[in-house]
């Protein structure tokens, strides 16, 4: 989908094409600078994450596991609600690894934070979140991600893999929903 088919409401973008590249770019190198000789385990939340992990785990130049799991905190609309997580394989067996938790946006912290507690007990080497974008406005609890593309202000954005009601994922660039 380009940018000239989008309604009205879409029209505002956020974030280019061009500048999701750099992005990818600069966080590929921050990640292969810091974790070389380690055992990485890249862990994706599903659906948001899906193309920018992808892009980014192609950028890395490391041996990297790849993961899922899928968490979802919003129902239908622009508010969140109950936090639903399922595990697709047991992360159990990548005890000594480091875990880099991936992400489309960081919004309220409510999905981090509750994560971060789980995996905190599970022996992992280290934990860490990456996320394309984050919302520091809007958090409601104590979390960061190591890797951050870029901040924006309180607006819902859809696009690179975030959705508005499951639509839009597919769009290459990031545009606020008016
Ligand atoms: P948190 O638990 O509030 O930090 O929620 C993060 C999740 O909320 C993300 O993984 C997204 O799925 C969703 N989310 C937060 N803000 C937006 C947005 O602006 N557009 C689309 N999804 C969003
Ligand atoms: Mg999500």
Redesign the pocket.
């Known amino acids: 989908m380009d940018s000239n088919n989008l309604p009205d409401s879409l029209k505002k973008i956020i974030v280019s094409e061009e500048e999701i590249r750099g992005i990818i770019s600069r966080i590929a190198q921050e990640i292969t600078q810091d974790y070389s000789g380690k055992n990485l385990l890249i862990c994706g ?1 599903l659906r ?1 994450c899906f193309i920018f992990m992808a892009d980014l785990v192609r950028h890395l130049e490391l041996d990297v596991e790849i993961s899922f799991i899928k968490a ?3 129902g239908s609309g622009k508010e ?1 609600g109950e ?1 639903k997580i399922v595990e697709f394989e047991t992360l159990d067996k990548y005890k000594d690894y480091y875990i880099i938790i991936v ?10 934070y509750y994560l971060e507690q789980e995996l905190k007990s599970k022996g992992f080497a280290g934990v860490d979140f990456c996320v394309f974008l984050d ?1 520091p406005e ?1 958090r409601q609890l104590p979390v960061s991600a190591k890797y951050t593309g870029k901040r924006i202000g309180n ?4 696009g690179y893999g ?3 009601n499951e639509k839009y994922r597919n769009l290459p660039f990031v545009a606020a929903v008016e």
């Open positions: 939340i948001g979802s905190s919003y969140p936090l992400d489309d946006i960081l919004d309220t912290g409510n999905t981090f919302k809007r607006e819902f954005v859809v975030l959705d508005f």
